[in-house]
């Protein structure tokens, strides 16, 4: 059962590079999640796709892009990587979506980001 | 912005204690979920619970919930050395379409 996989799990950048961080769930989720998470703080949301073919941007997406590329993958973009960003990311499924619904969360493992 | 807030930030006990950990919210919801992580580890949902509910109960968890407050409760009895981990609130509902918005956090440790 893999559940939500997030690649990489480490990744050190420095300011100006891009890269991107992976998602895949195998559970046949309609959402999925990034969410950021730093020292202290609860999680914020960065980016979501309530279903496949759509995107939607959360508390935090400046200096993000994101792509659901087909129903099991969601992945998201540092286009200019900078400081600030530092970070660990989660990756996250839901299998129920609607205007007063959201179920459980299936959550990755997490890709701890380093920018210098 | 947040919208749950956890207090405490910080707990500690001892195995065999009850744990209560306090969440607020802002704005309406249609649901409360409360979610465990363990260091360095991605966040493990435990329970929900909806709006039209007071209290819920899985194994060594009680949840309640007071709309009119705005408020919600963890509590974890007969605590073991492998409850240490942060708890988490999130809400889903109201102006959060599709989504859910989640608290700080509290750091719970639960000493053997």
């Known amino acids: 059962n893999a559940g939500v996989t997030q690649t990489p799990k480490f990744q050190v950048l420095k300011t100006g590079q891009s890269m991107t961080l992976q998602c895949a769930q195998d559970m046949n989720h309609n959402s999925m999640y990034w969410y950021r998470q730093d020292p202290g703080m609860g999680l914020r949301l960065i980016y979501y796709s309530a279903s496949e073919g759509t995107t939607d941007k959360g508390e935090v997406p400046n200096g993000y892009n994101v792509s659901r590329l087909n129903k099991r993958e969601f992945s998201l973009r540092l286009e200019s990587a900078a400081p600030s960003q530092t970070s660990v990311y989660f990756c996250?499924?839901?299998?129920?979506?609607?205007?007063?619904?959201?179920?459980?969360?299936?959550f990755g493992e997490g890709s701890r980001l380093t920018v210098l | 912005s947040q919208q749950g807030e956890e207090d405490p930030q910080a707990l500690s006990i001892q195995e065999g204690e009850n744990a209560t950990m306090n969440c607020s919210y802002k704005?309406?919801?249609?649901?409360l979920q409360w979610y465990r992580q363990n260091s360095g580890r991605g966040l493990v949902h435990l329970i929900l619970i909806r709006s039209n509910e007071r209290e819920k109960h899985s194994g060594r968890l009680r949840v309640t919930l007071d709309t009119s407050k705005k408020s919600s409760s963890l509590l974890i009895t007969a605590s073991r050395a492998a409850d240490t981990a942060s708890y988490f609130c999130a809400t889903a509902g109201g102006t959060s379409y599709g989504k859910l918005t989640f608290g700080q956090g509290t750091i719970l440790t639960v000493h053997p």
């Open positions: 704005t309406s919801i249609n649901n």
């Open positions: 996250a499924s839901s299998a129920r979506t609607g205007w007063e619904s959201t179920g459980e969360l299936f």
